[in-house]
């Protein structure tokens, strides 16, 4: 397997040791060999003294060490045996971190067993054991959680955001090696029933043997798709999940030709692409697809993409489970991509904090990092901003990682993308005037598909120069911001953004301030000094065409109250709002003043 050449060297260990674990995974190893390994990995690359994997028992009451790494045979027996860990405690305690881990599927980080009163009861006899830190993540098996994934300190330490992420790897990975230790059973099982049957036995062997050994030598996507083509005799593609085609294999002159995204209907009733193939087991079919078979790759709960396969007719058992195979492998290849694509990406996002900061000194250099990374700062540019209409950790990861893979499709030089402010930011060259509004509505096409919810995009003006750039980035931010959403909006653009779009793109923030500081600086003045809310009633008087019971409204006041506060700030400014001149110059000063507040 090669690395990117630029890669550090911590991204190289982690690597090799996660290829190491998908490697084995696919060996299809013993359950408690494989535990072992990952819990031994987890040291390894987190610096823990100790690590354990705990499955919940048969009937859910206790979880119990399953594989571990550098714990004693003591501690293993008091937790399996002596004093169970239980997923329902007596008492009125919690639990333990890893029931909690368990219970509430989330992390749990206890930096100091000795100081931490939630550690409970176990504290005193983790000590006893040389445990001063640990983590918990949850474990998770098909969606549902079956289990914990821990690491333990000699010494009081705080795992950081990186190490949870790593360490929710490494859980993800055990979760595969029971699906895979499960699969493996079933075919057991599968194996004893047709005992009689030795020659669909030996194909199915052939199968499982083929596709383990394209895991075994590091085969790539397409080497994954010429195996299953060959075992299901159909043409095959693989896309990932914002449409791209990552892998096509012809069969007998027949060609997969998937949907393309960007036309598919937004929504068929109250299903996307995605949802009518997220649950195929393994495979589906459609009249919205004639001709296709679909079904997911999946690892875990997240799907990574969808697999095609040509015709409609059903399939045999022996090829239904070519299929499972080949999906699991698709997805591991799948994961390890990912892993060395946000290397790069973070790579990406450190020039764009740069650029965006307005610091730049040295704007070679930065043309260079640009060349680097295979973008051209040379070529005039325009920044994007795409974001959920309604924010959320989950909605933006899952739009990061759809963005991040139609960025990676488009031809050299390729945008440079970074995760600022809530929204991700994009940095694309624009050598064709209506490049920007071309990629905005791709990504809000492809996103229409993946997620739930609106997705908002503005775009700046063109920049000729790295130099004004910071410029551009202050333009989308301010769109998204100062602009209200609205469910039919188009891609936002300083053009069609009216004043607002105007003073984003002709006025800088520090030139604006008498103006604003002239009109807006008496009420804000006046509401620190009397408690009252003058700014806010005329932002709200503007918003709402100088319609009184609209304002008092949406502020939750009487419509007198509203009166009453307008005739004040008449009084206050010297001004009339039934006059064209004064009302025209108090909506400029507004609009200022959220810009240079934003800014």
Not at 50 to 66: T, Y
Not at 228 to 241: F, I, K, M, S
Not at 390 to 405: D, H, I, M, Y
Request: glycine share 8%; charged share 25%.
């Amino acid at each position: 397997m090669a690395f990117p050449a630029s890669a550090p060297p911590d991204l190289l260990r982690w690597m090799s040791a996660i290829d190491e674990l998908a490697i084995a995974v696919n060996q299809q190893r013993d359950l408690p060999v494989l535990l072992h390994q990952i819990a031994r990995t987890a040291c390894r690359l987190l610096g823990y003294e100790s690590a354990a994997v705990l499955l919940a028992d048969a009937d859910r009451i206790a979880l119990r060490i399953e594989g571990s790494w550098g714990l004693s045979e003591a501690y293993l027996r008091l937790v399996n045996e002596e004093s169970p860990l239980l997923l329902a405690p007596d008492g009125g305690f919690v639990g333990s971190p890893s029931r909690r881990a368990f219970v509430e599927e989330a992390p749990v980080i206890v930096e100091d067993i000795a100081h931490d009163p939630s550690y409970g009861p176990w504290a005193k006899a983790a000590q006893e054991h040389g445990h001063h830190s640990m983590a918990a993540v949850p474990l998770r098996n098909q969606g549902r959680i079956v289990g914990t994934m821990n690491v333990y300190g000699s010494d009081p330490r705080r795992l950081g955001p990186g190490g949870r992420e790593l360490l929710q790897v490494l859980a993800s990975h055990a979760g595969i090696a029971l699906e895979t230790s499960a699969q493996l059973e079933r075919d057991r099982h599968r194996v004893r029933e047709l005992s009689s049957l030795n020659e669909l036995l030996r194909q199915h062997a052939a199968i499982h043997d083929r596709f383990i050994g394209v895991a075994r030598r590091g085969g790539g996507l397409t080497d994954i798709a010429t195996a299953l083509a060959e075992a299901t005799d159909r043409a095959v593609a693989v896309q990932d999940v914002s449409g791209q085609v990552l892998a096509t294999v012809p069969r007998a002159g027949v060609s997969v030709r998937p949907p393309d995204w960007l036309s598919w209907p937004q929504r068929q009733g109250d299903h996307s692409l995605l949802d009518l193939v997220t649950h195929a087991t393994p495979v589906t079919s459609s009249s919205l697809f004639p001709g296709l078979l679909a079904g997911p790759v999946r690892v875990g709960e997240e799907t990574l993409g969808v697999l095609w396969l040509a015709g409609e007719s059903e399939l045999n058992d022996l090829r239904l489970r070519a299929i499972e195979q080949a999906a699991v492998v698709l997805g591991l290849e799948m994961l390890r991509r990912r892993a060395v694509v946000d290397a790069q990406w973070q790579l990406r996002g450190d020039l764009v904090s740069e650029l965006a900061s307005g610091t730049l000194t040295d704007p070679a250099a930065a043309i260079a990092r640009g060349d680097r990374l295979g973008s051209d700062l040379r070529l005039p540019q325009r920044v994007l901003a795409v974001r959920p209409e309604q924010p959320g950790e989950t909605v933006t990861a899952q739009l990061l990682r759809l963005v991040q893979s139609l960025m990676l499709s488009r031809p050299r030089p390729k945008p440079l993308l970074a995760l600022r402010d809530g929204a991700i930011v994009i940095v694309a060259p624009a050598t064709d005037p209506d490049d920007g509004e071309r990629l905005a509505r791709q990504i809000r096409a492809v996103a229409s598909q993946g997620l739930e919810g609106g997705v908002r995009v503005a775009v700046s003006e063109t920049c000729p120069a790295p130099d004004q750039l910071p410029g551009a980035f202050r333009q989308v931010h301010g769109l998204l911001r100062l602009l209200r959403y609205a469910p039919e909006e188009d891609v936002l653009t300083v053009a069609s953004a009216g004043m607002i779009g105007m003073l984003l793109a002709d006025v800088e923030p520090e030139r604006m301030g008498a103006l604003a500081a002239r009109w807006i600086g008496p009420l804000r003045d006046y509401d620190r000094r009397r408690g009252t809310d003058l700014v806010t009633t005329l932002r709200t008087y503007l918003d709402n065409d100088l319609n009184t019971s609209a304002t008092a409204e949406t502020l939750f006041i009487h419509p007198n109250t509203v009166g009453l506060r307008i005739k004040r700030i008449e009084s206050l400014l010297g001004v009339s709002l039934t006059k064209v001149t004064d009302l025209t110059t108090l909506r400029t000063a507004i609009a200022i003043d959220d810009i240079t507040r934003g800014a």
